[in-house]
């Protein structure tokens, strides 16, 4: 671990420092804050006193001494102290330190209260066996608590056990849909070699089922590393270990990624993954839920990792919660009467789109488990096909399909005439080649 990259914007007598500090770095003079080069001891005492002490509630008083007189205008709540880059050995972790006015934070949020360290093991009901709060246990103290609210979250991932607790307060669970490709993968960084030039940036080999079921990314990440990360569908797990991963990535459609990394420096180990099942919970579907209670996140819906879908949805049903309770307030403020369906039936809107776009390249597999391709999931995976094989020499193409795959645009941006007109020619001309 070290420092990487210091950025002072005004602090005493520094002002505007950005240094930089390299893997061989050279001990040497540098005029960083007053013109007569001073100001180095300055800059020691605050990135010694921000990492040292800011995690530690008992060394807060030192970050207030440090802090005496660092002001903050008038109009604003926060004023940045510094911007401190560190190298793992692995990433590069950014941590921006900002000076608060004491009242800010409860000023922007002043109900907020952590409570960390606790699990949440059932759910509170009232006379109408409507949800009044959360049952917890605090895992330090081994105390259970109870925490009333008008509206309870569940946002505790895929492993939720919402389900659970709504049987044991006499409502039925959901039902759950998993499919399930068996998709393992694989993930190691890479220094990138002092002499390595290509004309590419980042590289995508797809698997192509049911003859190949491998594939591969590699991506540049700042510092001048890869991130590679190798998949196999169908239980034919990439391995964890650095030479067996050097093979697998060699047995690829296309070399490309091995001949890139063959002769690269692995910086970390190879990290595995395999919980990779898409898993739906139909809340939408019941007929009766009680009040007082919604799910978001991958507690109602969780993705294969692998199309990285599940922040992005996540945060997108974020925005609809926030959305659905002004609506549901504007009349009656606080009263969340008859809201619970009503919003999982709009989040099920919400997620339908990512589930398909899931799922429809999971079923792709033979050994997928929980469902079968209907005529319209196969059509539309013959239609990506052309789409994949087009965005290699099409940039617009190339671009659409980078806007769907991160969820900036909607699949309709796919079906756009230009787009249809160049996939219906292009299957024309491969008809008319392949004819005798
Ligand atoms: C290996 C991997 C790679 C991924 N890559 C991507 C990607 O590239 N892009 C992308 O968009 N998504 C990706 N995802 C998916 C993404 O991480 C999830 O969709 C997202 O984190 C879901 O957020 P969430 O808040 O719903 O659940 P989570 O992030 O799982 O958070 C749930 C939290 O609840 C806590 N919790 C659980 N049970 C309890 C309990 N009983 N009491 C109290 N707390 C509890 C957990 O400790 C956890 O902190 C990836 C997932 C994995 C596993």
């Not at 960390?116 to 081994?142: I, P, R």
Request: with cysteine; hydrophobic share 40%.
């Amino acid at each position: 671990m070290r420092l990487q990259r210091v950025q002072v914007p005004e602090f005493r007598v520094l002002k505007n420092v950005d240094i930089t500090f390299e893997k061989a770095f050279v001990p040497n003079i540098f005029p960083i804050g007053s013109q007569n080069g001073g100001g180095k001891s300055t800059l020691l005492q605050l990135i010694f006193v921000l990492l040292h002490c800011s995690k530690n509630p008992e060394r807060h008083v030192f970050l207030q001494n440090m802090l005496y007189e660092f002001t903050i205008n008038k109009d604003c709540v926060n004023r940045t102290v510094a911007t401190i880059e560190i190298w793992t050995g692995v990433k590069v972790v950014k941590l921006k330190f900002l000076s608060y006015k004491d009242s800010a934070l409860i000023q922007i949020i002043p109900n907020l209260e952590f409570v960390t360290s606790t699990l949440f093991k059932g759910l509170l009901v009232n006379t109408e066996n409507q949800v009044s709060g959360v049952k917890l246990h605090c895992k330090n103290s081994a105390l259970d608590k109870e925490l009333t609210a008008d509206l309870v979250v569940d946002a505790s991932g895929r492993n939720s056990q919402l389900p659970k607790f709504l049987e044991e307060i006499g409502y039925q669970a959901p039902e759950t849909t998993i499919i399930n490709s068996f998709l393992g993968y694989s993930t190691c960084w890479y220094e990138v070699p002092d002499e390595f030039c290509a004309s590419w940036k980042a590289l995508l080999v797809a698997a192509k089922p049911p003859d190949s079921l491998r594939g591969g990314i590699l991506y540049p990440v700042e510092a001048n590393r890869w991130a590679i990360t190798l998949a196999g569908m169908s239980k034919d797990y990439p391995p964890t270990d650095a030479d067996s991963f050097l093979k697998f990535a060699r047995s690829l459609r296309s070399p490309i990624i091995y001949d890139a990394i063959k002769n690269a420096k692995p910086i970390s180990p190879v990290y595995g993954y395999r919980r990779t099942e898409n898993c739906r919970r139909h809340y939408e579907k019941l007929s009766r839920l009680p009040d007082g209670i919604v799910a978001i996140g991958d507690a109602v819906c969780a993705f294969n990792p692998i199309y990285g879908q599940g922040m992005t949805t996540g945060a997108a049903s974020a925005l609809e919660l926030s959305r659905c309770l002004k609506e549901q307030f504007k009349n009656s403020p606080c009263n969340v009467k008859g809201f619970t369906l009503k919003f999982q039936k709009q989040l099920a809107k919400i997620l339908q789109t990512p589930w398909l776009m899931a799922t429809g390249e999971d079923f792709r597999y033979e050994t997928t488990e929980g469902g079968k391709a209907d005529k319209i999931t196969q059509l539309m995976q013959m239609y990506i096909d052309k789409i994949l094989e087009l965005s290699v020499s099409d940039s617009d193409i190339s671009k659409r399909f980078a806007e769907v795959a991160h969820m900036i645009k909607t699949p309709n941006s796919l079906f756009a005439l230009p787009v249809l007109y160049k996939v219906l020619r292009s299957s024309l001309k491969f008809r008319t080649l392949e004819a005798p």
